[in-house]
């Protein structure tokens, strides 16, 4: 990898300062951080709000401290190395540790993904799932416990949750204020199924973290 200088952005970074602003989901590790098992390595869910050859912003269960390294896949992106900046209610800022080769690369992807017209193939499930307009919100575990989560996807019967806790098949959960049991552990978190369908129309209001998970988080 060609020298990183985080203080001195280069002449030809300059030029290419452009900057892509949407949803795009992706996951990460904090490196930095030993797991008990050095196999055994955390990797959250996450969405990026918004990047540049230089930076980025993600929405993120688990918030990495200033100086942390961070590893991350996003879509389209590819694997990006990076160091937090700062923290942000939802999540965290980061800098991109990149040479001249690959900030011009990630440039070109990011002017191709601004370009690019965004076309889904049609979700033929009985309950579609959709991405929440805010995906940050709080876990509430049977003992009361609430954690800051990340809500992957949603739909009227379940959701997908990337937390830094991984509750048991079978344990009774909230989600915002969306009661379910959790069915099945995923690569990067747990599904819940909700113990009743909901109107998709009240999903985002229902999602937002209670009062007192507010408080406590």
Do not use: N
Not at 7 to 21: C, G, P, T
Not at 41 to 68: F, K, M, N, T, W
Not at 169 to 185: D, K
């Amino acid at each position: 990898m060609e020298a990183y200088q985080p203080f001195l952005m280069s002449k030809l970074a300059r030029r290419q300062d452009v900057r892509f602003i949407g949803a795009v989901p992706g996951r990460y590790t904090l490196s930095d951080r030993k797991a008990s098992d050095p196999s055994d390595v955390e990797v959250y869910a996450c969405r990026l709000c918004s990047i540049s050859p230089q930076s980025a912003v993600v929405v993120a269960p688990v918030r990495a401290e200033p100086g942390e390294s961070v590893a991350a896949y996003f879509d389209g992106f590819g694997i990006l190395r990076a160091r937090a900046t700062r923290q942000l209610p939802t999540g965290f800022a980061m800098d991109l540790l990149l040479g001249d080769s690959e900030r011009a690369k990630l440039a070109t992807q990011i002017k191709w993904r601004k370009r690019k017209a965004v076309s889904r193939e049609p979700d033929k499930r009985e309950y579609p799932r959709i991405q929440p307009q805010a995906p940050y919100t709080m876990l509430t575990l049977p003992d009361g416990g609430h954690v800051p989560c990340f809500v992957i996807d949603i739909s009227q019967s379940g959701v997908a949750v990337s937390a830094s806790v991984l509750p048991s098949r079978g344990t009774p959960v909230a989600v915002g204020s969306l009661i379910g049991r959790v069915i099945r552990r995923l690569d990067v978190g747990f599904a819940v199924q909700f113990t009743e369908i909901h109107e998709l129309k009240s999903l985002d209001r229902m999602l937002a973290p209670p009062a007192e998970a507010q408080e406590a988080g």
